[in-house]
């Protein structure tokens, strides 16, 4: 198009810059011009909350995708929002095109301004876009996630904010402000670590005992514990018979155990007996109640839904099923799949009583022409997961007591009463197990939920749970001061990331 140039060098150094205004004259019809580059300069990378850009490609702009009543809106070598904020709000981030009339002479060269530049128009910024970020926990979530596979997501239980959201390892946004070569990008998408996948939305594996405090509403609402509901007692020796001699094992011998007692102690055979009295076609229900299985409405593009199975499922990706594939769907093993975020969305919803919040990175935008300040758009407004809150604050007690005596006291935030769970979920026979925590707090009035997964780390509170105890005290106290407990939890996060690296170069 002689009328529009078309970019074919970016990021040119100041000698060559120099040289072509030298020679501008012998060189007909072309010019330049002066752009923008995002500059990073936080401790805190968010790489996959802010997302990069590129540069607009022939095929989107033919396809109309990207046209609107101004078709002059995107044009060759303009920069498009890719993934996470960028592509998100790429619509209130871009603001309008400014447009410069000049009049130019054969060569292309400028000459003057047409009509004194009178009819010239600024570029104009439309929205400034707010985070619902705490930049200081997701600082402290990214070291201790260094060197490291695995994903944290904070959120506010009271509006879904998203406190932090760390997906490791990730990527230096940097590289994307300017001209990222071939070669860099081969590297990055060839990673044996993906770092480009975003782990806190997208990466998905069984719960573990994550679970529990799920399988234990899901069980008080449909009555599987009969009359006596939450007084009901099951009977743990140990293991729980599956058919034809075989058994699946519990970590203990725990006694008759009531549901509170259950979740406190992770009494896999109490949630196994669970799982062999329900429905397959019940629990989809209400783990797609939940938001897992189903794609969680947010304004993260980048999401997977999970996988929560049914009849339906077995019956096509088995030639055979049977009680042992549903009991272990009770203590969030075998065929099912869960991404962090949606982890995190749950313990919010247990958290606030039983109210499900569109989690969100933006918590407000504002119109830098009026001043009008407007909610993220698009997002449902929240929603009541219509289970009992006796149920409800019931599973709740039982979170607390892992904190106090379960799996979870080791990680307990000094001088904040707290609940939690803490998960494993089972890996290939030659990697060590995936560790699992999720926690709210305070335990009266929670301020953060969070869920936290660790890659090939072992149990739940080896990595998962000093991560996440660490990341609510930040956010609840301000910063994080030093005691005997703190570096006990420090150590137990570094050491369980050191001892994965070890385990993996051997």
């Known amino acids: ?44 990378r968010a790489s996959h909350i802010l997302g990069y850009t590129g540069e607009i ?22 920069i498009l929002g890719r993934t996470g904020i960028e592509r998100g709000y790429e619509a209130w981030l871009r ?30 910024q439309v929205y400034d876009i707010h985070l ?74 069984p719960p573990g005992s994550t679970w529990k405090p799920f399988m234990a509403l899901l069980a008080l609402s449909e009555g599987l514990l009969g009359e006596r509901g939450a007084e009901a007692t099951i009977f743990c020796n140990g293991y729980h018979p599956v058919g034809q001699g075989r058994f699946f094992r519990c970590l203990g011998t725990h006694g008759q155990q009531t549901v509170l007692e259950a979740i406190k102690n992770s009494c896999n055979t109490f949630f196994f007996e669970l799982a062999a009295r329900m429905d397959l076609s019940v629990f989809k229900r209400y783990a797609n109640r939940f938001g897992f299985g189903v794609e969680t409405p947010t304004d993260i593009r980048e999401q997977t839904a999970g996988l929560i199975p049914d009849s339906t499922y077995f019956n096509n990706t088995r030639s055979y099923w049977g009680k042992g594939d549903v009991m272990n769907l009770g203590i969030g093993q075998g065929n099912m799949g869960v991404t962090p975020l949606q982890l995190a969305k749950y313990t919010a919803a247990l958290a606030n009583g039983g109210t499900l919040h569109a989690p969100r990175m933006v918590s407000h935008l504002v119109n830098t022409q009026t001043g009008e300040r407007m909610d993220p758009p ?54 060590r197990d995936h560790s699992l925590f999720i926690m709210f707090a305070p335990f009266d009035d929670p301020q953060i939920a969070l869920a936290v997964q660790c890659e090939n780390t072992g149990d739940g509170s080896r990595c998962a749970a000093p991560i996440g105890s660490l990341m609510a005290e930040q956010y609840l106290k301000g910063e994080i001061p030093p005691s005997l ?17 070890s385990s993996e170069n051997q």
């Open 1 to 44: 198009n002689p009328y529009r140039p078309s970019p074919s060098f970016s990021n040119v150094p100041f000698e060559r810059y120099a040289r072509i205004l030298e020679d501008a004259y012998r060189l007909k019809g072309v010019g330049w011009e002066t752009g923008q580059q995002r500059n990073y300069s936080t401790n805190a």
């Open 57 to 78: 490609t022939k095929a989107e702009l033919s396809s109309g995708t990207y046209a609107s009543a101004d078709t002059a809106l995107y044009r060759q070598g303009d």
């Open 95 to 124: 603001g309008v095109p400014g447009v410069a009339r000049r009049w130019v002479n054969v060569h292309g060269l400028e000459v003057v301004k047409y009509a004194q530049g009178q009819s010239d128009l600024p570029p104009r």
């Open 132 to 205: 619902a970020l705490d930049y200081r926990v997701q600082t402290l979530a990214e070291s201790l996630f260094v060197n490291k596979r695995g994903a944290a997501v904070a959120l506010d239980p009271n509006t879904g904010g998203i406190i932090a959201l760390v997906s490791k390892p990730d990527y230096p946004l940097e590289l994307f402000s300017g001209d990222l070569s071939r070669l860099a990008w081969q590297d990055l998408s060839a990673h044996p670590d993906t770092p480009l996948y975003n782990r806190a939305s997208m990466n998905r594996m």
């Open 378 to 431: 698009g997002l449902p407004d929240p929603s009541p997961l219509g289970i009992d809150t006796t149920y409800v604050n019931l599973v709740r007690r039982g979170m607390r007591l892992v904190m106090e005596e379960g799996t979870g006291r080791a990680s307990q935030i000094p001088g904040i009463p707290s609940a939690g769970k803490t998960g494993t979920a089972q890996a290939p026979r030659n990697l």
């Open 485 to 501: 407990r703190t570096d006990i939890r420090m150590d137990r996060a570094l050491t369980a990331v050191s001892q994965s690296l």
